[in-house]
């Protein structure tokens, strides 16, 4: 059975910063573009980051370039998002993902070329 569990959500102050951690089970996503995404209550789950299978190529929303940082590490079967600078605004879940429908491609911002899904973790910021 394949998992995708992330952690490392909470709450913090704006300006603060959190890393959240996707770690993959049950098989390899080593060729793979993997990603995170979020959804605020009320709204649609959107495209924050992607990484390409070797993690050379990344990919951010505009609304969270130059803050966030996507890095993965294949020996470990992990994914990470270092968020920095974070606003109330980046309150959501969050939530990792990753694609077996194209093979060392680029990396994808859309949601329905991702076809594991982690359960999410919640990282709330508050003014």
């Known amino acids: 059975q394949v998992q995708l569990v992330e952690s490392g959500g909470g709450l913090v102050q704006a300006g603060g910063s959190l890393t959240l951690s996707c770690v993959v089970s049950?098989?390899?996503?080593?060729?793979?573009?993997m990603g995170w995404f979020r959804q605020a209550p009320g709204t649609e789950r959107e495209f924050v980051a992607s990484?390409?299978?070797?993690?050379?190529?990344?990919f951010y929303a505009n609304s969270v370039r130059g803050r966030f940082t996507i890095s993965r590490d294949n020996a470990k079967n992990t994914l990470y998002l270092q968020m920095n600078s974070l606003k109330p605004e980046d309150t959501a879940v969050y939530y990792c993902?990753?694609?077996?429908?194209?093979?060392?491609?680029?990396?994808?911002?859309?949601?329905?070329?991702?076809?594991?899904w982690g359960q999410g973790t919640q990282v709330t910021v508050s003014s």
């Open positions: 990484v390409s299978w070797s993690g050379a190529s990344l």
């Open positions: 993902a990753a694609s077996s429908l194209h093979n060392y491609g680029p990396p994808r911002n859309m949601l329905n070329e991702y076809d594991f």
């Open positions: 049950g098989r390899t996503f080593t060729s793979n573009t």
